[in-house]
Each structure stands twice: as structure tokens, then as C-alpha cells.
T-cell receptor, first 113, second 110 residues
Framework: DSGVTQTPKHLITATGQRVTLRCSPR?????VYWYQQSLDQGLQFLIHYYNGEERAKGNILERFSAQQFPDLHSELNLSSLELGDSALYFC????????????FGQGTRLTVV | DAKTTQPNSMESNEEEPVHLPCNHSTISGTDYIHWYRQLPSQGPEYVIH???SNVNNRMASLAIAEDRKSSTLILHRATLRDAAVYYC???????????FGQGTTLQVKP
């Protein structure tokens, strides 16, 4: 158990819909990261928040947005969903913002039908 | 962002050392080198990381070339539980951004 909690574990939704994925980092960790893992693209970095502020951004689609709240939990919002958005979404956390070990959650498996 | 190149797959015998190579010829001077592994249906798990010097921890050792254009993850005694996909990853300094490649699938034979 990494200490990072992601909910829900599985999500099935229709094209065009909007979903919210939630991540609770390890106690005391200030950084939260979001990654997408699909069969054709592998693991892709989406975004990094440190203590509530956006630190780095990857190739995150405009239909996707994220935020980190004052209690340090984070949410990833995916809207206007397409079939190609079906993937595993991982959240990770770390104590610092760089050069440190990151702890990954078990992921949320999103299926868009 | 700099990229890494790893062999697609490797095999090892149980209780023997394993050397997993990684090339990162376009690495920047301040990029960290990380290794993570992933078991099926699980999130990636941290193995080790370094910047310039070789590193050891309870799981593995990381040997970094002097010019930093390549590195090797060393598992000292492979066990069946070490069978996984191993990712060599670069992290641009001060971003926390892990750039995953395709990884090496390690098979461990009893």
C-alpha cells in the first residue's frame, strides 16, 4: 500500500460525458502528479501540483483540468469524453517537488463507451 | 524533453544478478535519472534515483556513466517477485515530471 488513495477504482461512462477522478496523497506530501496510461501511448505525464500551485504540465488535453485543494487532495476533471480517453489514470504524490521518490496509487480505470 | 532507450525485454535466472541498461544520450546536466517498476494491474513502484553519482539502496544499485549518457540498474539477486516492467526515466530539474519510456520487461526464471 503506497498510501495514495484514488477513487473510484473503475468508471464506465458514455462519450460526451464529464467525470471527476479524485486523489488523496500520502500524509504530509505536498506534491501531486497525474499520469495517463493507455496501451498505445504508455505512461504519459499530465500535470504536477505543488502545495496548491501548478508546477509542470505535460501534454494534457484542453478538455482535461486538474486542481489541488487546500487539504492537498487533488481532482482530475475530464470532459467531453471520447473513446480514446479510455485508460488507466494514476495519481502519485511526493514530499518535495523534484528529485525525490514518488508514490503511485492503484489507479482509476476509465472506460468510455 | 530528453528520452531514454531500453531493451524491450530481458531474461534472468532466479538468484542471479541482473543488469538493466538504459541510454539517455540527450540528457541535460540537471536531469535526474529515476528507475521505477510496474507489475500488472498496479501503479509504478519507485526503485532508485540519482543525479551524477552511483547510488545504492535496499532494492538495487544505480550505476551512472561518467558522461551521464547511460545508466544501469543492478538487481543483485533476482527473485520471481522482481519480474516486472522496468522504466528508466528522466526528470527535468525542478519539474517533478517523470518522462516514461517503453520500459524493459524482465522475466525471471526459476
Amino acid at each position: 500500500d503506497s498510501g495514495v488513495t484514488q477513487t473510484p477504482k473503475h468508471l464506465i461512462t458514455a462519450t460526451g460525458q464529464r467525470v471527476t477522478l479524485r486523489c488523496s496523497p500520502r500524509s504530509g506530501d505536498l506534491s501531486v502528479y497525474w499520469y495517463q496510461q493507455s496501451l498505445d501511448q504508455g505512461l504519459q505525464f499530465l500535470i504536477h501540483y505543488y502545495n496548491g500551485e501548478e508546477r509542470a504540465k505535460g501534454n494534457i488535453l484542453e478538455r482535461f483540468s486538474a486542481q489541488q485543494f487546500p487539504d492537498l487532495h487533488s481532482e482530475l476533471n475530464l470532459s467531453s469524453l471520447e473513446l480514446g480517453d479510455s485508460a488507466l489514470y494514476f495519481c502519485a504524490s511526493s514530499d518535495r517537488g523534484t528529485g525525490t521518490e514518488a508514490f503511485f496509487g492503484q489507479g482509476t480505470r476509465l472506460t468510455v463507451v | 524533453d530528453a528520452k531514454t532507450t531500453q531493451p524491450n525485454s530481458m531474461e534472468s535466472n532466479e538468484e542471479e544478478p541482473v543488469h538493466l541498461p538504459c541510454n539517455h544520450s540527450t540528457i541535460s546536466g540537471t536531469d535526474y535519472i529515476h528507475w521505477y517498476r510496474q507489475l500488472p494491474s498496479q501503479g509504478p513502484e519507485y526503485v532508485i534515483h540519482g543525479l551524477t553519482s552511483n547510488v545504492n539502496n535496499r532494492m538495487a544499485s544505480l550505476a551512472i556513466a561518467e558522461d551521464r549518457k547511460s545508466s544501469t540498474l543492478i538487481l543483485h539477486r533476482a527473485t520471481l517477485r522482481d519480474a516486472a516492467v522496468y522504466y528508466c526515466i528522466l526528470e527535468p530539474s525542478n519539474t517533478g515530471k517523470l518522462i516514461f519510456g517503453q520500459g524493459t520487461t524482465l522475466q525471471v526464471k526459476p
